[in-house]
């Protein structure tokens, strides 16, 4: 019944349809028209209701629809499958359990709100619904596992790129997983693997991007970290537009990285790379060490020189604790 009443408001958008009419084109009582209307107000609808005149549609919901996304890909046909939550525990979760019975290569999982999102290091990522991008990819890739961990900086360039070319913003990116935006950190990426001793049987690379969030609404010892595509541009965007753009762009990174490596899409993110250049604390396993960041090489490592070393080491996985800004 709510989406019959949607379509009736939509057909008459902006102007005002009777509760009566309403009630006779859906078969219900007008007590019962005006509980479907509370009804999409909690989902975020804009409805005005004005006595003697009806109900007329202000505004939609920032939902993200499968019919409506494909309609904006480019790439339809690399992503095989979709399955939206309006709450998850954790989209990363949910595409695990996919991937345990069978799913296929390319399939998406996204959520409008999660209760546990994660990031690296088993940290929190805040999920509030309605405002941001919470989703995973779900990939059966043909590597070897030493291989799988570039997948990350695969995405990080693909979701950067596709930042970019919605928001006209300069994008930067924080080795492995971090892309930041004016100094602030606005997405965090998580890969999730299994592995056999030679290949790789499914990776799930979890995405939360900040998009509509207001850097207020953050817990306060995130404020002055944390950032949103609304704070920066100065204005909103489509969910939906956003999600479409980077699964096009992912689409395109992971075909070159497949079919030429990392280092074909080494150039863009070098253009990005936030460390190059600057001393930095890194954590590796329980030591904290300092030195100076290069670069990333072409397998997707940093290149750290330590203090008071003359020659570079290549660091496969640790965490960036402090950098120069």
Known sequence: MAEQLQRILEECEGRFVSGQVIGRRLGMSRAAVWKQVQGLRRRGFGIEGALGAGYRLLGRPDAIEERELLSLLSHPEFWKAFHFFSVTDSTNSRAVELAGKGAPHGTVVCADAQTAGRGRLGRRWESPPGTNLYLSLLLRPPLDPMQGPRLTLVTAIALAMAVDDVTALRT??????????????????????????????????????????????????????????????????????????????????????????????????????????????????????????????????????????????????????????
Do not use: Q
């Not at 890969?191 to 030679?198: K, S």
């Not at 990174?253 to 150039?267: N, R």
């Open 172 to 325: 930067a990116l924080k080795w492995p997983n971090d892309l930041y935006l004016g100094g602030r950190k606005t997405a965090g990426i998580l890969a999730e693997t299994a592995a056999d001793l030679d290949r790789l049987r499914h990776v799930v690379i979890g995405i939360g991007l900040n998009v509509n969030a207001d850097p207020f609404s953050f817990p306060e010892e995130l404020r002055d970290k944390a950032t949103s595509l609304r704070f920066a541009a100065g204005r909103a965007f489509p969910r939906a537009t956003v999600l479409a753009r980077f699964l096009d762009s992912f689409a395109e990174c992971y075909s070159t990285f497949l079919s030429l490596g990392f280092g074909a899409l080494l150039p863009e993110w070098n253009r990005r790379d936030v460390l190059k250049g600057k001393n930095v604390t890194l954590r590796l396993g329980e030591k904290e060490v300092r030195g100076n960041v290069l670069g990333v090489d072409e397998s997707g490592m940093l290149l750290l020189r330590r203090e008071g070393e003359s020659r570079a080491e290549k660091v496969a996985s640790g965490e960036i604790l402090e950098f120069e800004r």
